[in-house]
T-cell receptor, first 114, second 113 residues
Framework: EDQVTQSPEALRLQEGESSSLNCSYT??????LFWYRQDPGKGPEFLFT???AGEEKEKERLKATLTKKESFLHITAPKPEDSATYLC???????????????FGAGTRLAVHP | KAGVTQTPRYLIKTRGQQVTLSCSPI?????VSWYQQTPGQGLQFLFE???????NKGNFPGRFSGRQFSNSRSEMNVSTLELGDSALYLC????????????FGQGTRLTVV
C-alpha cells in the first residue's frame, strides 16, 4: 500500500537554528513528490515538486532533496515566519490507483521562536 | 493571476441535511481535485475531475459526489450529513492533474451539528 510518513511530528527551533524535516515514502513507481506549507485555517501552499532521486530545489531558506526512499526539507537559519505545518505528498502511478491523486503525510508542525 | 477560489468559506449544517461546495480553479487549469482534511485523518483524496469527467475516486461513501462544468468549475455535494463529515474541504487545481503542481484553495470549513 502506498504510504507517506513524516517525522518529526512537531519541531521547535530557535530563530537561526537550522534543521531538517523528513518524509519517507513507500510507493510503487513514484511519479512526483510534493512539499506544501500550511498555515492554520488556510489551504496548503505549494513549495516544491521533485521527480527523480538526486534532484534538489531551493527557495529562500528552504531546500528540498529526494532519494529513492525519502525526501528532506532543509530549513536554514529559520525565522518565526517560517512557523507552519509542512506537508509532504506523493503521486503514485495509474496502475496502483494513484492516478491524479496525492497521498499526504500527516505533516510536521514547525515552531520557530525568536 | 487569481488563485483557486472556494465558496463558501464556512458552513454550519444539521445532521441529515445536504451541502454543496463550489470551487473555481486557476484560469487554464482543467483538473480539479477535492480533499477532506481532519485532525485525525489528515488530508484524504475524495475525487478528481478533468474535462467534466471523474478520473479517480477515493475511499469515501457514495454520499460524497461531485461534478465539473465546461468552464472547469467544480462542485462537491455531500448528502445526508453525519457529524463525522465535519472537516476542512479543500479543492486543488492543476493544468492536467498528472505530474504537475496542484494549487489549493483556502478551503470550506464545514461543521455538522
Amino acid at each position: 500500500e502506498d504510504q507517506v510518513t513524516q517525522s518529526p511530528e512537531a519541531l521547535r527551533l530557535q530563530e537561526g537554528e537550522s534543521s531538517s524535516l523528513n518524509c519517507s515514502y513507500t510507493v510503487s513507481g513514484l511519479r512526483g513528490l510534493f512539499w506544501y506549507r500550511q498555515d492554520p485555517g488556510k489551504g496548503p501552499e505549494f513549495l516544491f515538486t521533485l521527480y527523480s532521486a538526486g534532484e534538489e530545489k531551493e527557495k529562500e531558506r528552504l531546500k528540498a532533496t529526494l532519494t529513492k526512499k525519502e525526501s528532506f526539507l532543509h530549513i536554514t537559519a529559520p525565522k518565526p515566519e517560517d512557523s507552519a505545518t509542512y506537508l509532504c505528498a506523493v503521486q503514485a502511478p495509474a496502475f496502483s490507483g494513484g492516478y491524479n491523486k496525492l497521498i499526504f503525510g500527516a505533516g510536521t508542525r514547525l515552531a520557530v521562536h525568536p | 493571476k487569481a488563485g483557486v477560489t472556494q465558496t463558501p468559506r464556512y458552513l454550519i449544517k444539521t445532521r441529515g441535511q445536504q451541502v454543496t461546495l463550489s470551487c473555481s480553479p486557476i484560469s487554464g487549469h482543467r483538473s480539479v481535485s477535492w480533499y477532506q482534511q481532519t485532525p485525525g485523518q489528515g488530508l484524504q483524496f475524495l475525487f478528481e475531475y478533468f474535462s467534466e469527467t471523474q478520473r479517480n475516486k477515493g475511499n469515501f461513501p457514495g454520499r460524497f459526489s461531485g461534478r465539473q462544468f465546461s468552464n472547469s468549475r467544480s462542485e462537491m455535494n455531500v448528502s445526508t450529513l453525519e457529524l463525522g463529515d465535519s472537516a476542512l474541504y479543500l479543492c486543488a487545481s492543476s493544468i492536467t492533474g498528472t505530474n504537475t503542481e496542484a494549487f489549493f484553495g483556502q478551503g470550506t470549513r464545514l461543521t455538522v451539528v
